[in-house]
């Protein structure tokens, strides 16, 4: 009987190891519309470990906070609530100290180069500062800036007494030091936060100004490369560890810094197309910064590199050689601002 099925298995193209496989099916989740670029590219992204896995793994995405809220989702991967999630470390200001190195003022110029380049450097240190859970990638956003309901930003000194959403603890350090008033939510928040008068301003990349319906509430908007966001795809320990030695190869094949650039660059094209789009707006104001005062902008920065690093330091971490490190990345991927 035990030699029929073996039979009837190697005809049909089947190996005892794999007809003895588990199957999982992984739920996916993020906290942006189903709209966003995100979307495809964690479908392409489940595609192509479905095919990798001989069709064993499957998975669901779950958008739009479905499973759970935007800042909780570290830890849902953590805990299992699901599989596989998308994270902004920066909503968790000090948990993930080293990464936010990436989100440092004037110092990516692009998302592609940008998401290979904190990719790359950041396996390293993933290890450590996110062990709760297997590290997929990580990725950014293009350059972006300032979006305003109230006025024009257009020195340091026009964020006193604003009441503003930052992206990030970074960019909510910032604020603080101009003399500004931070105003917490996630982006899917942040247009009703703008509408009711609680946030003045916020940092935002433009594609998305435009699809979380922030365009409709601001009029201001500042055309400078000022920051990015740092992101990562993060996985279930636990479920990872379930899993076969060709499963994990499956997994980890589309968990590398290529995969990563492909999920910049195909959010970065959307962020970009953004500008012109607010342009056309007649109820926006788009304006650029002259050199002088993209001047004052950098030297008002310049305290956050040594913030970021009194975090790093905190945590045990060398944040000299890290940045060091991660410029020389940005370098090798054509992805350091001027």
């Known amino acids: 009987m035990r030699k029929a099925l073996l039979a009837l298995l190697l005809a049909a193209g089947v190996t005892p190891a794999l007809a003895q496989e588990k199957t999982f099916d992984l739920k996916i989740s993020h906290w942006v519309p189903s709209s966003h670029p995100l979307q495809k590219s964690l ?18 995405v779950f958008p739009a906070q479905q499973l759970g809220k935007a800042f909780d989702h570290y830890d849902m991967a953590r805990d299992g609530i ?4 998308y994270v902004n ?30 990719d790359a450097w950041y396996r390293k240190y993933a290890e450590k500062e996110m062990k709760d859970v297997k590290f997929c990638l990580g990725f950014v956003h293009s350059p972006s800036s300032f979006h305003s309901r109230t006025k024009k930003i257009v020195v340091p000194d026009d964020i006193k007494g604003m009441k503003i959403r930052p992206a990030h ?33 916020v940092t935002f990349p433009w594609g998305s100004l435009l699809l ?11 055309e400078a490369p000022l920051y990015v966001t740092t ?29 990563a650039g492909k999920v910049g660059e195909h959010w970065g094209k959307m962020e970009d197309a953004g500008i012109a789009k607010i342009k056309a707006e007649s109820s926006h104001e788009v304006y650029t910064l002259t050199p002088q005062q993209i001047g004052l902008w950098k030297k008002a920065a310049e305290p956050l590199v040594k913030t970021w690093g009194d975090g790093v330091k905190k945590n045990g971490g060398d944040p000299d050689a890290a940045l060091a490190e991660l410029k020389a990345s940005l370098t090798k991927y054509n992805a350091l601002a001027q």
């Open 89 to 118: 470390p920066g909503y968790q200001p000090g948990r993930f100290p080293l990464i936010g190195a990436g989100e440092l003022p004037f110092l990516m110029s692009d998302a592609k180069g940008g998401s290979m380049a904190l």
């Open 43 to 60: 479908e392409d992204w489940a595609a192509a470990v479905e095919k990798d896995s001989g069709g064993s793994i499957k998975s669901k």
């Open 212 to 222: 979380f319906g922030i365009d409709k509430v601001t009029k201001y908007d500042m």
């Open 169 to 201: 603890a970074t960019m909510a350090n910032f604020v603080t030091q101009l003399g500004g008033t931070n105003v917490q939510s996630s982006a899917p928040e942040v247009r009703d936060i703008i509408e009711r008068g609680v946030a003045d301003a």
């Open 231 to 259: 992101f990562a795809f993060v996985i279930n320990k636990d479920k990872y560890n379930q899993m076969s030695d060709k499963q994990k190869k499956a997994i980890d094949n589309n968990c590398n810094t290529e995969t």
């Open 82 to 85: 699901a599989d596989v999630t």
